[in-house]
């Protein structure tokens, strides 16, 4: 009797043990997926952070560009001096000078005068030759014209000038602050919003530089990229889906195309280099050469998205349209493609945005040119957006600063409007099956 307790009672233990070990384990395996949650959670709250670090970064140091500093000045639109040459040849320029020494008074001294002229901006006799141009009536009239001042003015305005440094560490002499503390009493320097930034073309004076000039040249390229690259993607995806035969040699293109889409963008560049400038012989820094570049760069992404659209139609659509005595054209063009459509905009949308920011391929071709005139044309010479930014960031200017963080912000503003896009269309036009 006591020999069967015992051999009844060693299977309990034995029991008990195996279950103490299995819960053992089981309280380290839920400790490790526990852990390996938090490390994700860690992972994307840092991104996060780094993301809102860099977005906070370009907005504190680029919406200053929106706004810019402005003088007033009381302008006297002298007819012996418009009637001595052309108006739009005439000394504006002196009229300005003209304006601002009645307004300040003692000045003395050639290098005074200098110092005094400096603190309005360069293009303010443009902006008087424009004024006479538009409207010649008010030639012998004395007139209030607001100018833009020049950058170091409109810096300090801004506060990224320490006006209680030591002179010699200022841009700016004493004198000069004195004339601006002169006219920011009699309410003549205002900051009002920057027209120039959103409607000029690129200048040497950051005062005067603006983006359009790069912005028509971008939407002129991306349209020479989205002609081009939407057609062909889409039907060679048709042919290499619904059509091409299954073989080594489409296997090879498939291969191809894969890779293709992870070549850097620089070697686009080259090849555009190499072929349509230097044997087809078309023009340098031209939107319809950037197009093409793009467009080839673009192509393989198009293709991809496109073929996985088409592969996410249901076979039985495929069948029942044959079934019903449709050739395989036509199976394709009213069944298979307005079902895939949406996939494919998505893909090209995608497409297009990375095109929107590319800048290596654009360097090789030359739209790296210092480019004043607004294009008005595929092959006027031109710059693109991501390029301009390229620019002013390698300008030593102050000024330039803000107005690469500025063209930034708008630049992301642009990239965001198309991915939002994408994603409309996709949650829109999206089937279910």
Known sequence: ????????????KKTKRTLDIVNQSLARRYRAERRFRYYGLSAIVASLLFLSLLFVSIFTNGYSA????????????????????????????????????????????????????????????????????????????ALDVWV?????????????FDREVAESERRLNDKQLAWIDQLSADGRIEKKFNKTFFSAGDSREPELAGIWGAVVGSFLTLAVTLMLSFPIGVAAAIYLEEFAPKNRWTD???????????????????????????????PRSAPVVGGLVLTLMTLPTIIIASRSALTSVPPSIREAALGVGASKMQMVAHHVLPLAMPGMLTGTIIGMARALGETAPLLMIGMVAFIVDIPAGFTDP?????????LWADSPERAFVEKTSAAIMVLLAFLIVMNAAAVILRKRFERRW
Request: charged share 20%.
């Open 252 to 282: 090879l293109i498939e291969v191809n195309i894969n890779n293709l889409a992870a070549v850097p963008s620089i070697v686009f560049g080259l090849l555009g280099l190499a072929v349509f400038l230097n044997f087809f012989g078309l």
């Open 148 to 160: 833009p001042a020049d950058d170091d003015v409109d810096m300090l305005f801004k506060g990224h």
């Open 382 to 390: 031109s710059t693109a957006l991501p390029v301009q930014i390229f």
């Open 1 to 12: 009797m006591n020999n069967s307790n015992i051999e009844s009672v060693k299977p309990a």
């Open 66 to 141: 929106f706004m810019q500093t402005f003088i007033q000045l009381n302008v006297f639109f002298d007819p012996e001096v418009l009637n001595q040459e052309s108006l739009a040849t005439a000394n504006y320029q002196g009229m300005v000078k003209s304006s601002l020494r009645k307004m300040i008074g003692d000045v003395k001294g050639r290098r005074e005068k200098r110092q005094l002229y400096g603190l309005v901006s360069s293009g303010a006799s443009f902006q008087l030759r424009d004024m006479v141009l538009k409207n010649p009536d008010v030639i012998g009239k």
